[in-house]
């Protein structure tokens, strides 16, 4: 289980620290800002990609969420009783 929780832990990471990447301005997986926006926003007619704050914004809940399956597996101490962590979860 506690494999799970870091597999998973490490995936969100990497998604988090794409957005990251796009809240600085980077333009992978395009090769400018307008064919970036249409490969990962995934709209028709998008030319652009969101803010920066936008983007940083989704970081930080992709962040909090890479915390979750550590916390509930005790990999580090948390505020929250591990009982309401798990209800919550569907690990």
Known sequence: MIFLAFSLSTVLLLITALHVYWSLGGIWPGQDAASCARAVVGFRGVDEM???????AVAACLCLATLWPLALMGVFASPFPKEGLAATSLL
Request: net charge neutral.
């Open 50 to 56: 969101p803010t920066p704050f936008a983007s940083f």
